[in-house]
């Protein structure tokens, strides 16, 4: 059975620190993708990453990267430099490939204090 | 690019009422999905649907809730009676096809509140 957790519930940091959302997966596919959302207070959920299972390599975009380890089962996600515009509630999912679902965490609420 | 178009974005009942809610994908997306998150949860599947054909609805509580999709555009979820359980948000997302689930956009969702 697949299954995404991320056991922060809720993180406060400083603006302009930076931070790191933990995600742990399971699955007993050897292909699947992972995903990460942001959901800021209007309530869309925003897609920010996608990578599949083949694919190790780590990912860095503007001030977000991304650490996947299928050795530990996992896909940390890094703000670097955090502003207040990031706070939000953050996702991380799976998809098993061929079964057209997304399996969604419970999400990992992040404020940004100026 | 108009996105997904969710209404109400707000619906406040009492409990035993009956409630709707609207779904407009984006242009050109034959796979719509319903999805319902609890408080503090992350959104879980209610219903897929691939143009009319709801293909996935293993997760909708069939004693209360039913969707349609009758022109494979427009999507409407209905609950009757709601229960108290049933406060959430209702989100709805499209994707090109099935073989793009991975790529699914969402909508604003409802927030729905049963008093």
């Known amino acids: 059975a697949q299954k995404v957790t991320q056991a922060q519930t809720e993180i406060s940091v400083v603006e302009k620190e930076d931070v790191t959302l933990d995600c742990v997966y399971e699955?007993?596919?050897?292909?699947?993708?992972l995903f990460w959302y942001k959901q800021p207070p209007s309530g869309e959920l925003v897609f920010l990453i996608r990578r599949n299972s083949f694919d190790e390599q780590n990912e860095i975009s503007g001030r977000y990267s991304w650490n996947f380890q299928k050795s530990t089962s996992s896909f940390n996600f890094t703000i670097t430099a955090s502003q207040v515009v990031d706070s939000a509630v953050y996702f991380c999912?799976?998809?098993?490939?061929?079964?057209?679902?997304?399996?969604f965490g419970k999400g990992t609420r992040l404020h940004i204090l100026p | 690019e108009a996105g997904v178009v969710q209404s109400p974005r707000y619906k406040i009942i009492e409990k035993k009422q009956p409630v709707a809610f609207w779904c407009n994908p984006i242009?050109?997306?034959?796979?719509l999905y319903w999805y319902r998150q609890n408080l503090g949860q992350g959104p879980e599947l209610l219903i897929r649907?691939?143009?009319?054909?709801?293909?996935?609805d293993s997760q909708l509580p069939k004693d209360r809730f039913s969707a349609e999709r009758l022109k494979g555009v427009d999507s409407t979820l209905k609950i009757q009676p709601a229960e108290l359980g049933d406060s959430a948000v209702y989100l709805c997302a499209s994707s090109v096809g099935r073989d793009t689930y991975y790529e699914q956009y969402f909508g604003p969702g409802t927030r729905l509140t049963v008093t």
């Open positions: 649907y691939e143009n009319e054909e709801a293909v996935d």
């Open positions: 999912a799976l998809s098993e490939a061929g079964d057209d679902k997304i399996i």
């Open positions: 242009s050109g997306h034959n796979t």
């Open positions: 699955t007993r596919d050897t292909t699947y993708y």
